[in-house]
């Protein structure tokens, strides 16, 4: 966090952070995102002394709550599906599409 930064900041980080974390993100991986989210807030509520345009004229990231990520429409990407497949050790994954991906994982 950026030197005086509010102790509502800080909180907001450290749930951030953990929320990530329990999410299976690396460690690294979580305190980028929790970053990025309360940089995003303070630049939003004018706390920082520079601000991005997509920072304060974009959907707020407490709002937008991940409608970007791949979880969506389409769900995952084939990358996220190969990786889960290759932990659950699934045979014959390096050949297979998106869509056998996804049914060999029972999605």
């Known amino acids: 966090m950026p030197a005086g930064s509010s102790p509502k900041r800080e909180r907001q980080y450290e749930h951030i952070k953990k929320s990530a974390?329990?999410?299976g993100?690396?460690?690294k991986r979580a305190e980028e995102i929790a970053?990025?989210?309360v940089n995003k807030e303070r630049a939003?509520?004018?706390e920082s002394?520079?601000?991005s345009r997509t920072s304060t004229k974009d959907t707020s990231s407490s709002r937008r709550?991940?409608?970007r990520s791949h979880t969506g429409a389409q769900g995952p990407t084939k990358e996220q599906l190969y990786q889960e497949a290759r932990r659950k050790n699934i045979h014959g994954r390096s050949s297979?599409?998106?869509r056998e991906?996804?049914?060999a994982l029972g999605r």
């Open 21 to 23: 974390q329990d999410r």
């Open 25 to 27: 993100e690396s460690t």
């Open 35 to 37: 970053g990025r989210t």
């Open 44 to 46: 939003r509520a004018g």
């Open 49 to 51: 002394k520079t601000a």
């Open 65 to 67: 709550g991940g409608q």
């Open 96 to 98: 297979m599409t998106k």
């Open 101 to 103: 991906l996804a049914h």
